[in-house]
Nanobody
C-alpha cells in the first residue's frame, strides 16, 4: 500500500497563497487518480480537486475553480495543489488521496490511500 505524506500547510491571510505537496512511497502513483480532499470542523470530507494518472484530466469543486490548481509529477511520485486567492472558508485539514476510480466518479469512499492531513488556516 502506498504511503502519502502532505506538506505545505500553514496560516495565511485572506487573499494569500499556499502550495501543498504530497509525496508518495511504497508504490508508484503513475497509474492512479490522485486527489485532494478537505475537511473543516463539523463538516463532511469533500473533494477539492482530482487529476488523472496521465495528468490530462482534472476536476475541481465549484468553490475553488479558478483559484486552485492540481498538478502531478509522476517521475517524482508527487502531486501538488496550488492555492491562490485563499478565503477564510478554505480553512480545513487537507488530505492527499489516491484511488483507482476515474476523475469524474471519484468520491471519498473510493479512496484506497489517505495521507495524514495538513492544516490550512486562512485568517480574515
Amino acid at each position: 500500500q502506498v504511503q502519502l505524506v502532505e506538506s505545505g500547510g500553514g496560516l495565511v491571510q485572506a487573499g494569500g497563497s499556499l502550495r501543498l505537496s504530497c509525496a508518495a512511497s511504497g508504490r508508484t502513483l503513475s497509474r492512479y487518480t490522485m486527489a485532494w480532499f478537505r475537511q473543516a470542523p463539523g463538516k463532511e470530507r469533500e473533494i477539492v480537486a482530482a487529476i488523472s494518472w496521465i495528468g490530462g484530466i482534472t476536476r475541481y469543486a465549484d468553490s475553488v475553480k479558478g483559484r486552485f490548481t492540481i498538478s502531478r509529477d509522476n517521475a517524482k511520485n508527487s502531486v501538488y495543489l496550488q492555492m491562490n486567492s485563499l478565503k477564510p472558508e478554505d480553512t480545513a485539514v487537507y488530505y492527499c488521496a489516491s484511488a483507482s476510480n476515474s476523475v469524474a466518479t471519484l468520491r471519498s469512499r473510493d479512496v484506497d490511500s489517505w495521507g495524514q492531513g495538513t492544516q490550512v488556516t486562512v485568517s480574515s
